[in-house]
């Protein structure tokens, strides 16, 4: 899946992904892309941005929301807030949120998603604007 990210998403489009807990190892399709991330490591980000780690904060919570929430308009609200233009969704994404139904994004095709990606255990959706 990132390298048919690396071989077929031009330019630096944001993307989600799961934040995983402190000493784990997350953002890790950011990592291996270089796309930018809503939020990647956030103790990284709170110790380089002290004053602003209730923003960090923020993200983090945001991220969470987006992948667990059943309502559809504030997954899209969430969307358009950071921008975000793929969605990773894969193991961390189903372990960090078991309580997620990683569905809604299905439900989502051609209401603003688009399935772009596909294997046995990665989806990646496009945002379309």
Not at 29 to 42: A, E, M
Not at 82 to 90: K, L, T
Request: glycine share 6%; aromatic share 14%; charged share 25%.
């Amino acid at each position: 899946a990132i390298k048919w990210m690396q071989e077929n998403i031009p330019g630096s489009p944001v993307i989600v992904e799961a934040v995983t807990p402190l000493y784990r190892w997350g953002a890790r399709v950011s990592v291996y892309t270089g796309l930018p991330t809503v939020v990647g490591w956030p103790w990284h980000q709170m110790q380089q941005r002290w004053d602003a780690r209730h923003q960090v904060e923020a993200r983090v919570s945001d991220v969470e929301e987006l992948f667990t929430t059943a309502d559809l308009s504030r997954t899209t609200e969430l969307l358009e807030k950071y921008r975000v233009s793929y969605i990773y969704i894969g193991e961390q994404e189903r372990l960090y949120y078991p309580s997620a139904d990683m569905t809604k994004f299905d439900r989502m095709t051609g209401y603003g998603l688009e399935l772009v990606y596909e294997n046995p255990g990665v989806l990646i959706y496009r945002v379309k604007r």
